[in-house]
């Protein structure tokens, strides 16, 4: 069956980096552009980042460009978000998320578990 | 920035009719996606493209849109049903893409 899951969340003083990866299986991982989105503890969902099919096109959000870089590797199926110069608003499960079609505007259907990250001052 | 605007929170009996507005600038030109989240688990489409259902969701839930706001409906509303609700659309400019999500929305029920 179709699986995302996520690892790499922990601990992390402010200003640190941390990368965080998800697995995919079940699905040809090719055909699919990929999403973290976030959500702070008792807050929202807040959407982060995407990536294209074969990596050379990405998006983020605001509140992250120039301190996250979304990639992936297509041979090992796995996308990865890098964090650096954390801040403590960035501390959040992460959701690295599947649309449910090939297409970049298509509903985010496929959830992983989310990995938890903590940044502490 | 596009913004969706949701009610924090909305209240209601079991077996009564909940309604949840999701309001953005020209939303009735986008497509708009509603996602339920219970405490400690992932999101789970429970509306797409406006007013379609995946399957394995009840025909209690329902969307509808206008020009300004998108609506979910749940219908007959069940114990169950207590959840936050997001509501989320794409947003394209000619030089960026975003994946908007609404401040949510919880669901009691009383």
């Known amino acids: 069956q179709v699986r995302l899951v996520e690892s790499g969340g922990g601990v992390v003083k402010s200003g640190r980096s941390l990368r965080l990866s998800c697995a995919a299986s079940g699905f040809n991982f090719d055909d699919y552009v990929i999403h973290w989105v976030r959500q702070a503890p008792g807050k929202g969902l807040e959407w982060v980042a995407v990536?294209?099919?074969?990596?050379?096109?990405?998006y983020y959000a605001d509140a992250v460009k120039g301190r996250f870089t979304i990639s992936r590797d297509n041979y090992k199926k796995t996308v990865y978000l890098q964090m650096s110069s954390l801040r403590i608003d960035d501390t959040a499960v992460y959701y690295c998320?599947?649309?449910?079609?090939?297409?970049?505007?298509?509903?985010?259907?496929?959830w992983g578990q989310g990995t938890k990250v903590t940044v502490s001052s | 920035s596009y913004v969706l605007t949701q009610p924090p929170s909305v209240s209601v009996a079991p077996g009564q009719t909940a309604r949840i507005t999701c309001g953005g600038k020209?939303?009735?030109?986008?497509?708009v996606h509603w996602f339920q989240q219970k405490p400690g688990q992932a999101p789970v489409v429970v509306v797409y493209d406006d007013d379609a259902r995946p399957s394995g969701i009840p025909e209690r839930f329902s969307g509808s849109d206008s020009e300004n706001t998108a609506t979910l409906t749940i219908s007959g509303v069940e114990a169950g049903d207590e959840a936050d609700y997001y509501c989320q659309v794409w947003h394209s400019t000619s030089d960026h893409q975003t994946w908007v999500f609404g401040g949510g929305t919880k669901l009691t029920v009383l």
């Open positions: 990536v294209s099919q074969d990596g050379s096109v990405y």
């Open positions: 020209n939303l009735g030109s986008k497509s």
């Open positions: 998320v599947r649309p449910i079609s090939s297409s970049w505007n298509d509903v985010l259907d496929m």
